[in-house]
């Protein structure tokens, strides 16, 4: 018996991965559950490095970055938005 993702290559399944982790987050970020929304936001980022050569396209990386630079900044973790903005946002 296989499973629907032996369909894909190791690179559409980490994407379709780091889609659902934004996904999740972003639902607990509109219920103002932030704790749990950075904590998939850092799965989705992981993700992202995990994967040699990256994502490419379909990368979600700059957005997951973005609503995590949002949730520690309105929280007042000025050090922890810095580092997220060096790490993924500068280019």
Known sequence: ???KSDHYSPVQAAAMRQQ???NVARAFQQLGLFTFAAR???RAL????????GLGKRDLVFECAHNLNLIFTLSGNNEAAKEITEKYLVL
């Open 40 to 42: 998939y936001y850092e």
């Open 20 to 22: 659902a982790d934004y």
């Open 46 to 53: 992981r993700i992202s490095e995990e994967v040699e050569g």
């Open 1 to 3: 018996m296989y499973s």
